[in-house]
């Protein structure tokens, strides 16, 4: 297949590497220097998507996409496909899927989780939104890249099922970290705290497969001086997207807003920038009950 990658960034990278690898034909286009074996680079965003019959855009933000894409749909052939991967706000998802269609295309937004490490092993998980026919058009380059892609609904779809997960994410992270500060100044050993919570109805993701706490349950960024991993700052912008999108849509989320006022604190006042999210825990360690 011809395909247009605009944004190769940390994420698109190595997508766009798994696709050529795949045996599909890549041009991309950043507007930083960049080089990936296989690619051929265009001079824009729209010279990249000319002739292609999917453009995929892995970009920082909702802003970027909608300017990127003013440039890439009119340089679109009809019936082409214009996939969002980045995690971008559900109404600029919208947005965009409503100009694509409006000129002819198909369009999907399919935010991702699985991280860096899911990008270049191409086991990212795509959660989509669009039609059935925009959806079927992408899911083959959704099965290179990743090793799941679930369509969950209308365009903005994918967006909200993303912010969804990772506000229970950010939410439970917090949980299990003060409650591991908690049992320490209760003298309770971790790893016990571990053995009885993994089994208990206290157990979830955090706790189970990615423990902040170093040497405790499997392998984690805790084990690595909590390097991410997956950043807190991202944590924070996911954070920001739900309560943007709880805003607009009249949502009330005190938990979620909660987790995002404590990853502002940690990332922006505090030294939580560019640590794993998990070092939330560290982060509860050091403080009392007044801070
Ligand atoms: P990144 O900053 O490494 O990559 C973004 C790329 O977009 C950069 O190379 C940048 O130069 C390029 N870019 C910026 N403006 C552009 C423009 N106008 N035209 C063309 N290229 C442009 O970020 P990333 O880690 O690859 O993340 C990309 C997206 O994926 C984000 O929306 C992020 O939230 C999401 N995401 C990231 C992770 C992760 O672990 N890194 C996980 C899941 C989702």
């Not at 943007?244 to 995002?260: I, K, N, R, V, W």
């Amino acid at each position: 297949m011809k395909i247009g990658f605009i944004g190769l960034g940390n994420m698109g990278g190595p997508m766009a590497a798994n696709l050529v690898k795949a045996g599909h034909d890549v041009t991309g286009f950043d507007t930083a220097s960049v080089a990936i074996e296989g690619v051929s680079m265009a001079a824009s965003a729209a010279e990249a998507a000319k002739g292609a019959e999917v453009v995929i855009t892995m970009l920082p933000n909702g802003a970027i996409l909608r300017k990127v894409a003013e440039g890439v749909i009119p340089a679109m052939d009809k019936g082409a496909a214009l996939v969002d991967c980045s995690t971008v706000d559900v109404d600029s998802a919208r947005a965009v899927a409503e100009q694509a269609e409006a000129a002819g295309l198909l369009a999907v937004d399919a935010p991702v989780s699985g991280g860096v490490g899911g990008a270049a092993a191409g086991t990212l998980t795509f959660m989509a939104g669009g039609s059935d026919a925009a959806f079927a058009k992408a899911k083959p380059l959704f099965d290179v890249m990743g090793q799941k892609a679930v369509h969950c609904g209308a365009s903005g779809a994918g967006q909200a099922a993303k912010i969804c997960n990772n506000m229970i994410l950010g939410v439970t992270m917090i949980a299990t970290c003060e409650a591991f500060a908690l049992a320490d100044k209760l003298g309770l050993d971790r790893q016990k705290m571990f053995d009885v919570v993994s089994t208990s109805s206290g157990y979830s993701w955090t706790m189970n497969a990615y423990c902040p706490a170093p040497g405790v349950g499997p392998k984690s960024p805790a084990d690595n001086d909590y390097k991410p991993g997956f950043a807190a700052d991202l944590m924070l912008k996911d954070l920001r997207l739900s309560q943007q999108a709880a805003e607009s849509a009249d949502a009330d989320t005190p938990m979620g807003a909660l987790a995002q006022a404590l990853y502002a604190q940690f990332v922006e006042q505090e030294d939580g920038k560019g640590m794993d999210f998990s070092a939330m825990l560290p982060r509860f360690e050091k403080r009392g009950r007044n801070g």
